[in-house]
């Protein structure tokens, strides 16, 4: 059975880094397409970024670009997302998920695997 388990979140004052692990087990890790999500209180899930199987592709949304990198290292089986220039409206559960294919890769429902989320605060 796939497993995605995150780690690294935590408090943070707005301006600061922090850096966020998913690790995978259960199968062939380089095979998937991967992909960081938030969900803040009484909103919607949504996409922050992704990476293709390789690592050569990445991909953000518009509020996180040029703030956050996502990475992967394929022989330890572990997804990162390193966060700097933290903002209060960064605040969310982080949740990393992956997918066989990178079709529509910012929408949360074509995720089929997901983490249980690592919660990610940022004071103002």
């Known amino acids: 059975q796939v497993q995605l388990v995150e780690s690294g979140g935590g408090l943070v004052q707005a301006g600061g880094s922090l850096g966020l692990s998913c690790a995978r087990s259960?199968?062939?890790?380089?095979?998937?397409?991967m992909a960081w999500f938030r969900q803040a209180p009484g909103k919607e899930r949504e996409f922050v970024a992704a990476?293709?199987?390789?690592?050569?592709?990445?991909y953000y949304a518009d509020s996180v670009k040029g703030r956050f990198t996502i990475s992967r290292d394929n022989a330890k089986s572990t997804m990162y997302l390193q966060m700097t220039s933290l903002k209060p409206e960064d605040t969310a559960v982080y949740y990393c998920a992956a997918k066989m294919d990178s079709s529509d890769y910012y929408r949360a429902n074509g995720y089929n695997n997901w983490g249980q989320g690592t919660q990610v605060t940022v004071s103002s």
């Open positions: 259960g199968r062939t890790f380089g095979s998937s397409f």
């Open positions: 990476i293709s199987r390789s690592g050569s592709s990445t």
